[in-house]
């Protein structure tokens, strides 16, 4: 008998042993070939990825990359991120040749999460529903479809204001920051205005987006679980909008270019077929993502920082109210009103560069080719990071300083402020942003000054900045 078990663990050590061979044996020949960049691949199945995802917990994103940067001697280097070879491009050379580089080289790349996320996209895949999302953004994004939307804007941001900060002593800044920019864009995208029927969708939506980019396991209490229960609910939801919309749309009650919804529902591919609805319903859920995140991380850091820096608010203020002072009681600011902001402007970018909302991004190699001496291989993931430029001494002298006047005149050297992105991949509703960004600012600035309850509260990463707390101030309003 004990000859019996010791020859059934005999084997079962040894199963292990060619099991966890096989494993390591498939992990490094990921990384094999001739003249590939420095750096260290970690183990199978997690490589870096606990090391890169852990200093952005801590607050400091950037360390992942300044620290091989160092190590290695080199701005391009080799790791294992999300289980997946990759290369990191850090620096102004290597956000041009990526971006320089979009569907020649490289082209944009997400974790499996965000198809499972997205059933419909597996049709194609996340990266064709991009390229066609992307051919229908442009109308919506020029400026003559932007000047209107300022005054709507506006009207929402008073209404948010009179909602959730006046007659309040103290707020919690991240949560109110998403809420305003949530309802700003089921205004624009989907003419939803009623705060029912947006806090409707609130809740669910802010599940689906915190667990997006997670570890794809589906079951009960996972975060990327509770994403796919929140995205169904949405969807079911969007669904029954679009059908009340077509109806609309037939009998005249909706215009064809009222909104996002409706382009989509008329809009025809080049064999003169609709999106069904399935789709539509996955591009706009997109749309709200991309539309909300972001600019309410770069709103929650602007509150931050003009708490800190007293003469950084005044500045600002001075300039806003200039602007107040110029319009007649209850008018609406304007596409004039916003041009004038430019100070205000200069400090949301020095915001976004020492915060960016948008950490990096990945790409994918779509041939074998060589950069910076180092032969990429075909299939391997690249990340290029805000971080590698925004906070590099030799892009921005004194890094860590809060300093506007980088963006007066010419502004930074291309390709080192990169909030956005680059080249054809930009983020196509950059300068939704900045009219929500700076029509928030008008708006925050004329009611109130304002005072953080936490002085040291921690900053995470995850995968977007944010004050663990919240960011809670105090609040001291202005005379009217």
């Keep these: 008998m004990e000859v019996f078990f010791l020859s059934l663990l005999l084997i079962f050590v040894l199963s292990v042993s060619i099991g966890l061979h096989l494993l390591f044996y498939k992990h490094r020949s990921h990384f094999t070939g001739p003249n590939l960049p420095p750096g260290k691949i970690g183990?199978?199945?997690?490589?870096?990825?606990?090391?890169?995802?852990?200093?952005?917990?801590?607050?400091?994103?950037?360390?992942?990359?300044?620290?091989?940067?160092?190590?290695?001697?080199?701005?391009?280097?080799?790791?294992?991120?999300?289980?997946?070879?990759?290369?990191?491009?850090?620096?102004?050379?290597?956000?041009?040749?990526?971006?320089?580089?979009?569907?020649?080289?490289?082209?944009a790349w997400w974790p499996s999460s965000v198809d499972k996320v997205f059933p419909s996209s597996t049709q194609t895949s996340s990266k064709e529903e991009a390229k066609k999302m992307r051919k229908l953004l442009p109308q919506f994004f020029k400026p003559e479809a932007l000047q209107r939307y300022i005054g709507i804007m506006d009207h929402i941001a008073q209404r948010h204001f009179a909602d959730s900060w006046d007659n309040r002593d103290e707020v919690i800044v991240f949560p109110l920051a998403k809420r305003f920019t949530f309802w700003l864009a089921c205004r624009l995208f989907m003419s939803i205005e009623d705060p029912a029927h947006v806090a409707k969708f609130e809740k669910p939506f802010n599940v689906l987006a915190s667990g997006l980019i997670t570890v794809p396991i589906d079951l009960p209490g996972t975060p990327f679980h509770r994403a796919i229960k929140a995205s169904n609910f949405i969807r079911k939801?969007?669904?029954?909008?679009?059908?009340?919309?077509?109806?609309?749309?037939?009998?005249?009650?909706?215009?064809?270019?009222?909104?996002?919804?409706?382009?989509?529902?008329?809009?025809t591919d080049e064999d003169g077929c609709h999106m069904n609805e399935m789709d539509i319903a996955d591009k706009i859920l997109g749309l709200l993502i991309g539309g909300h995140d972001t600019a309410s991380a770069a709103i929650t850091f602007l509150i931050k920082y003009m708490a800190e820096l007293p003469h950084i608010y005044e500045k600002v203020y001075e300039e806003q109210m200039e602007i107040a002072n110029s319009k007649a009681q209850g008018e609406l600011l304007n596409w004039d009103d916003v041009q004038k902001m430019r100070y205000s402007w200069n400090v949301a970018c020095e915001v976004m560069r020492l915060a960016p909302p948008l950490q990096g991004a990945f790409r994918e190699a779509i041939t074998d080719f060589v950069f910076n001496?180092?032969?990429?291989?075909?299939?391997?993931?690249?990340?290029?990071?805000?971080?590698?430029?925004?906070?590099?001494?030799?892009?921005?002298?004194?890094?860590?300083?809060?300093?506007?006047a980088r963006f007066e005149g010419d502004g930074p050297a291309p390709y080192t402020f990169v909030p956005f992105g680059g080249g054809p991949r930009m983020c196509p509703g950059k300068e939704y942003a900045r009219l929500e960004i700076l029509v928030f600012m008008h708006n925050v600035v004329k009611r109130f000054k304002w005072d953080k309850l936490l002085p040291d509260e921690k900053i995470i990463v995850d995968p977007m900045p944010m004050p663990a707390k919240g960011l809670p101030v105090r609040l001291h309003p202005r005379k009217p």
């Design 373 to 404: 001496g180092f032969s990429i291989p075909k299939g391997w993931k690249l990340y290029w990071s805000a971080n590698s430029t925004h906070k590099s001494p030799e892009c921005f002298p004194q890094p860590e300083k809060f300093d506007p």
């Design 43 to 107: 183990w199978p199945m997690v490589g870096e990825s606990l090391e890169f995802l852990s200093t952005g917990w801590k607050g400091h994103p950037e360390k992942f990359i300044f620290d091989r940067i160092s190590k290695y001697s080199s701005e391009v280097f080799k790791t294992s991120l999300l289980g997946e070879p990759a290369a990191v491009f850090a620096g102004a050379a290597g956000n041009k040749f990526l971006f320089s580089n979009e569907n020649k080289l490289v082209h």
């Design 237 to 267: 939801e969007l669904r029954a909008i679009i059908k009340q919309r077509k109806i609309d749309l037939a009998e005249g009650k909706a215009s064809q270019t009222q909104d996002i919804l409706s382009h989509m529902l008329l809009a």
